[in-house]
């Protein structure tokens, strides 16, 4: 009995023992010294749904961490790197689709021109896209997607927007996007069909896209070294459009 009581006291003793709390240091100088009341900065966007945007990033974060990178690193382990580098090329080829379309809606004939002729020179010449011949003759790949074709004819980026899986974008891409994707798989699709290829090739085609996709990406959630990854990103994204629409 003594023992119990002994054991309750002490118990109790650690229970109520205050925690040291470290000192909290007191700023040196004010945030409003810094950021100014109406006043719009560089890394300011329109975000009316950040919170969203905020919960989508993690998920992307942890899908990418514990999904989507250990399907990656599996794919790097068991492929040869000119395998990879076969499978990189052949998805480029045939994503150069889109470019293709979005330049011929834009009326821009050059892009065009050149996209066609990469096109066609990595399909024939490069072995059905596995060799990228084009980039060797110095024909540089083009770029171009239905949001960029939106923004060329006037509409502006709309709030910005976290797609989950995809990530950054806008309201405009996030509709481009979807246009793209359609598009994409119709043509993909027709042709596959007319290869006569079952279901599960199929799959197995648009799975490992996916998988060289994220292949071909080096960015990686919270390596970028600064506690405002989001909001880096966010600006860096936007820029990026801009340039991109405005060329």
């Not at 024909?139 to 949001?147: L, T």
């Not at 793209?180 to 648009?206: F, H, K, P, R």
């Not at 990686?220 to 801009?242: D, H, N, Q, S, V």
């Amino acid at each position: 009995m003594l023992m119990v009581l002994l054991v309750g006291f002490l118990g109790y003793g650690c229970a109520s023992t205050p925690v040291q709390k470290e000192p909290e240091i007191p700023p040196k100088r004010p945030v409003s010294e810094f950021v100014k009341k109406g006043v719009k900065y560089p890394i300011d966007a329109y975000d009316p749904w950040e919170g969203m945007n905020r919960r989508i990033y993690i998920f992307n974060a942890l899908f990418d961490q514990y999904v989507f990178l250990p399907i990656v690193r599996g794919y790097e382990f068991i492929t040869p790197d000119f395998t990879q580098k076969g499978v990189s090329n052949f998805y480029n080829n045939v994503h150069e689709i889109t470019t293709l379309i979005n330049s011929l809606l834009q009326f821009k004939m050059q892009k065009f021109g050149i996209t066609l002729s990469r096109i066609l020179l990595n399909t024939t010449i490069g072995a059905a896209g596995l060799l990228d011949v084009s980039t060797a003759l110095e024909i540089r790949k083009q770029n171009e997607d239905f949001g960029q074709t939106l923004g060329f004819y006037g509409m502006g980026p709309g709030p910005y927007l976290v797609l989950p899986v995809f990530g950054p974008s806008s309201l405009r891409d996030a509709g481009g996007l979807a246009v793209d994707v359609v598009s994409y798989s119709y043509i993909t699709g027709a042709v596959m069909d007319e290869a006569d290829l079952n279901w599960q090739i199929q799959l197995g085609v648009t799975v490992l896209d996916a998988i060289d996709t994220r292949h071909q990406q080096s960015f990686r959630y919270y390596a970028t070294g600064t506690p405002f990854e989001y909001e880096l990103i966010r600006m860096l994204y936007l820029r990026k459009r801009e340039f991109e629409v405005e060329h």
